[in-house]
């Protein structure tokens, strides 16, 4: 859900595009004239505005100066009349996003719209990855031992691979299921490297559609496309003298393909729109739970492509290979989780701990963490009981696994709420097997929607970000 703001003079157009963002799903304020309207953004700050061009009191022109100089990263759609589109076009010269020719039907508002968040939440990503980036130059490159939970012989294995693996530059293919924690080993690769002081870098490829996924991995110019209002630095560029991890990259158009191909290659490459070739020096880790050899067999991957990624492989075994494993990543998911959760469990049965050890794990280490935060949240006692468990481990409570008064008592109630929500979308989102369409439409939400709570609640193919559990 985004906050967005519309100022509009016209009563009844007004309210028709209110109903339309609702629907959506969106919290959205509204304004008859700019001069509200701008009081209205200077106390609600929403993530875009949609206003009208010509208003009387103050007009659309002024609105986007005076937005843009309240914040740079506004995003700004205008409404206008046909006989005003040169107006329209002016104001994308001085950085509107978009505009919208009156009159205008729902669908077209809603494709507008969404796009429009898309790439806010695109530019949000990138400032907060540039932030992360410098905290991680500060953090000493740890042991990755401490973060890597297990001692069974597979996993043993996987780190003798790592460690071997962090010392050289050559590109690394993780493979495993969804869920058994490949981003965690492109972190450990990262830190246990001589370019360990460098940034390291995420994209998911298959989050993105190809044009925005070229976009984000080389960049792109000014003017290079519809709201392109100034020059981004591509994920390439931003992981210089670090490391890029390319998530679900069996899942690139054939044309990215070739593009990385040659940056792999020749390391180098031009942004979207650009004329000047730019060098990088990254380390590449590729992660997929796909078979890219047979993607190769059936012609929905390039060979060449293939064998430059595949040159240090790391096969992730999935949890039900190492059941000696489970106790202590619930012992580690205990401890992470606690503070979140605000539980006073601090164990598990002895029932309980043989349910769990006895489970297959379809979802991975990914699905132990889930279970685990909901055990948490469901417990009322020191130690996590089988009526604490969901229901496909045996367990569930008699009340149907109503939460407790006191917990939302000790937790206030809407983070109680929160809890359950973010459980409910990681088991939706479990079920639909990582995709956000299929995931959107089991929980009966706008796909929009949906992308705005997996970023809430840092839910993606990986888990958590900092999940620390192969």
């Known amino acids: ?132 980036n410098a905290m991680l130059r500060r953090d000493s490159a740890q042991d990755f031992d401490e973060e890597i939970v297990g001692q069974s012989a597979p996993i043993k294995k996987v780190l003798k691979r790592v460690r071997r ?21 492109a972190r450990a690769l990262h830190k246990a490297s001589p370019r360990a002081d460098g940034p390291f870098v995420k994209v998911n490829c298959s989050a993105l559609a190809e044009s925005l996924l070229e976009s984000e991995l080389f960049g792109h110019e000014k003017g290079a496309f519809t709201g392109a209002h100034k020059r981004r630095l591509g994920r390439f560029e931003l992981a210089d003298g670090g490391t890029i991890f390319l998530d679900e990259i069996g899942d690139i158009s054939p044309a990215i393909q070739l593009k990385l191909l040659r940056v792999l290659q020749e390391h180098e490459f031009e942004r979207v729109g650009g004329e000047k070739t730019l060098s990088t020096d990254v380390r590449v880790v590729t992660a997929t739970n796909r078979d890219l050899r047979q993607a190769v067999a059936d012609g929905d991957f390039r060979e060449d492509l293939f064998y430059r990624l595949h040159i240090i492989p790391i096969e992730l075994p999935p949890l039900r290979e190492r059941p000696g494993d489970v106790a202590a990543l619930v012992e580690h998911f205990i401890e992470k989780l606690g503070a979140r959760t605000r539980s006073a469990a601090t164990t598990v049965t002895d029932e309980a701990m043989a349910a769990l050890e006895g489970y297959r794990w379809p979802g991975n280490v990914r699905e132990l963490e889930n279970v685990i935060e909901h055990a948490l949240v469901f417990a009322d006692g020191e130690a996590i009981t089988m009526e604490d468990l969901p229901p496909m481990l045996g367990g569930g409570k008699p009340d149907g696994g109503a939460v407790s008064l006191a917990r939302v008592e000790r937790q206030g109630l809407a983070e109680t709420l929160e809890d359950i929500e973010r459980r409910l979308i990681c088991q939706a989102f479990e079920k639909a097997g990582g995709v956000k369409t299929e995931t959107a439409r089991i929980l009966g939400i706008k796909p929009s929607a949906l992308y705005y709570k997996l970023e809430k609640y840092e839910i993606d193919e990986e888990g958590e970000e900092d999940v620390a559990v192969t």
């Open 1 to 132: 859900m985004a906050t967005i703001l519309v100022i509009e003079d016209n009563e009844t157009l007004r309210e028709g595009v209110v109903e339309v963002l609702e629907r959506m799903d969106h919290d959205v304020h509204a304004a008859p004239g700019g001069r509200q309207g701008l009081a209205i953004f200077e106390e609600a700050s929403p993530d875009l505005v949609i206003t009208d061009l010509k208003m009387d009191d103050v007009d659309g022109m002024e609105v986007l100066r005076q937005v843009q100089a309240s914040r740079e990263d506004a995003l700004v759609i205008m409404m206008t009349a046909f006989g005003s589109i040169e107006r329209a076009v002016e104001a994308m010269q001085e950085g509107a996003f978009d505009f919208i020719a009156k009159p205008f039907p729902p669908d077209l508002l809603r494709t507008r719209v969404e796009r429009a968040l898309q790439i806010g939440e695109e530019r949000a990503h990138t400032e907060r990855l540039e932030s992360e």
């Open 165 to 185: 693996a962090a010392g050289s530059d050559s590109t690394v293919f993780v493979h495993g299921e969804s869920g058994t924690g490949k981003e965690l080993v």
